[in-house]
């Protein structure tokens, strides 16, 4: 039986899973963790329960499918063994985000913070203590992401999209095209090219395939038309040429 702090009762469900969080955010083999850590971390979240219950908890986990194994001691240790990926692994991905000049310093940050917690905790400090990211060669523009987002949405969906194209001037103010004029585009694919992303689709303006930066793309909206569908190849689109917007 489990009882709450304030008199009622939680759910199996709700203990189980602080109980996996617990176990994958401190734990690997150099950081076991005993039944007198858990009922401590347990309480903290007002949750108190009896050593044969945390032990049912624990064979729940690894019915799930969580790798926890136990270190037979006077007082036995538990830590999760297995992670989706090796430190190595993640280390490649750090270095890919860190390279990436389309990814901004900040958004850098956030995706490698997010990378670490796929590793063990020991393996994820010295992950992180080896972080260097040189803001210099970074993109500025935050809301790449969310054009990415609905470009691969509008993709998905066959619409056409609407946005604004600017360039930026020696002072790195933004400078629409056209006099922010609204390009109208029926979206094809997202290319990468030269540590930037590129969209591929139709000018309807220019009725030509043309390639957009996508860290240029202002305001970028989803229309309700279907986009324009041509027989194309985009193999041969890849590297940007004269249709570039650049």
């Known amino acids: 039986m489990v009882h709450m702090q304030n ?3 939680m759910a199996l469900t709700n203990r189980t899973l602080i109980l996996f969080k617990y176990f994958w955010e401190t734990t690997d083999e150099a950081h076991p963790i005993s039944l007198t850590d858990i009922s401590a971390h347990l309480k903290e979240h007002g949750i108190t329960a009896d050593p044969r219950t945390l032990r049912n908890d624990i064979e729940q986990l690894v019915e799930f499918g969580v790798d ?3 270190e037979r001691r006077v007082q036995n240790l538990y830590h999760v063994a297995t992670r989706h990926f090796e430190a190595p692994e993640v280390k ?4 890919a985000v860190q390279s990436a000049r389309f990814i901004t310093p900040g958004k850098s940050k956030e995706l490698v913070k997010r990378l670490t917690t ?13 972080l260097y990211i040189d803001s210099r060669v970074k993109a500025v523009n935050e809301s790449v992401y969310i054009s990415v987002d609905r470009i691969q949405t509008a993709i998905a969906e066959r619409r056409k999209i609407a946005f604004r194209y600017f360039d930026y001037s020696p002072a790195k103010e933004r400078v629409h095209r056209n ?7 029926s979206p094809y694919a ?4 030269n540590d930037s992303y590129y969209l591929v689709g139709f000018h309807e303006h220019r009725q030509q395939i043309a390639k957009f930066r996508v860290d ?9 038309i279907p986009v324009l569908l041509l027989t ?11 249709s570039v917007v650049r």
Do not use: Q, W
Request: net charge positive; aromatic share 6%; glycine share 12%.
């Open 92 to 95: 490649l991905l750090i270095d």
């Open 118 to 130: 796929f590793v063990a905790p020991g393996d994820a400090a010295l992950l992180e203590r080896h």
């Open 7 to 9: 008199g009622g009762t």
């Open 190 to 193: 997202l290319l990468r090219n």
């Open 216 to 224: 240029r793309i202002d305001g970028l909206e989803r229309c309700f």
């Open 232 to 242: 194309m190849s985009l193999k041969a689109s890849a590297t940007p040429s004269k």
């Open 179 to 185: 006099g922010g004029k609204v390009y109208s585009v």
């Open 68 to 70: 926890i194994v136990k």
